[in-house]
């Protein structure tokens, strides 16, 4: 479909400051090659139900038991939504009314857990998410997280030390998930795990679910009690959250989203979450989540025959993280990112296993494809995208070569903007 991501008429009449803003960030979507892991482009037909008149409607409550009259038709688009979100992944329920990741997790701790306890998820610095327990986080200041981390030599998940530290901190809940970590989880082995303390096991799906949605990688409601999820990275809908769960953790999972966590849903996010889903469930979905994992590979071994350390050894899933210090050891993720953003490649820096350095400064860069994937990039593009990165980081005080290489970036970019 024709998405020139255009605006009306009405916003420059009413505010031309802020539509003028608007067109700048178009502008900059449509020049950069975009590497954010956890960023995309969703489709008119979602930005259309997000900006649509469902913005009007308050619906406190869930479809056939609402708190507000006039509920009639945001009932039956919820539902649709709950339909299509059970269907695309395999799951008994689900609850679409998560304004955010973040709030998708709170209202599965708030469900599971007391004030104080005990929770294991991955450590922030090796590649878990804020709400995982950093202690500037709600999760860290209410509950006690433990965090389990990655092998030093293979730069791997050891699950025998996941083992073992949940033997000896009993959590009561226990998280698999990550916000950059580059390979698969053994999500029968964190099962396990949890039985054998009796925790509950929840999966935090949000920066791959639109792998899972696509059947590119493996589905982790087949293990879980409860997977959380955004429905705005991988799976390319508009920004909001989603809880799946089994039978038994529904009710509990509802009441915590409302009136536990939230207030009244928001309509229009959950009629485009429902055209994400009915987009999500084609076979095209399924092509294009196939090759985002194809162009990250080519990505990842463009660096490595760069010369460059691809953190964990090359990837599994859509990241990939570069360790700079293999560009040379003063080249920091901060410097990094700040130059290869001017030159019109949008990544960000992240700290590496074992970081020496503080996590605004850190020694690495992370990327991911769901973004250029939805552009048309294949592997031919992310090798080149592989080598201009290189190029420009080993090149970073060469003026007149920098210059070269940034016009290269625009011209590869212009061949595939998101707008057109
Ligand atoms: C992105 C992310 C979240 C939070 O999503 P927001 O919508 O930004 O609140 C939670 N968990 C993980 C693992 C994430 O990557």
Known sequence: MENTGALNTELFETDDEIASLINDDLERQNSHIHLIASENF??????QASGSILTNKYSEGFPGKRYYE?????DEIEQLAIDRACKLFEADHANVQPHS???????????????????????????????HGSPVNFSGRIYNFVGYGLDQDTELIDMD???????????????????????NLDYAAFREIADS???????????????VAGKAVENPMKYADVVTATTHKALRGPRGGIILSTEEFAKGVDKNIFPGAQGGALNNQIAAKAVC????????????????????SALSDSFINEGLRVVSGGTANHIVLVDTGSVDE??????????????GITLNRNAIPFDKRSPFVTSGIRMGTPATTTCGMKEEELTKVGNLISEILKNRSDENKLNELKSEVSNLASQFQPYV
């Open 197 to 211: 303390v009796g925790a509950y096991f929840m999966v935090d799906a949000a920066h791959f679910i639109g792998l």
């Open 277 to 296: 889903f009915k987009e999500a469930l084609s076979t095209e979905f399924q092509d294009y989540t196939k090759q985002i994992l194809k162009n990250a």
């Open 70 to 74: 006039g509920c009639e038709t945001v």
């Open 161 to 183: 030390k996941v083992k073992q530290l949940a033997e000896e901190t009993k959590p009561k809940l226990l998280i698999a998930g990550y916000s950059s970590y580059s390979q």
């Open 101 to 131: 990741g973040s709030s998708a997790n709170m209202a599965v701790y708030l469900n599971l857990l007391e004030a104080g306890d005990t929770v294991m998820g991955m450590a922030l610095d090796q590649g878990g998410h804020l709400t």
């Open 42 to 47: 969703a489709s008119k037909a979602v930005m």
């Open 330 to 343: 003063e080249l920091t993720g901060k410097d990094a990112g700040t130059l290869l953003n001017d030159m």
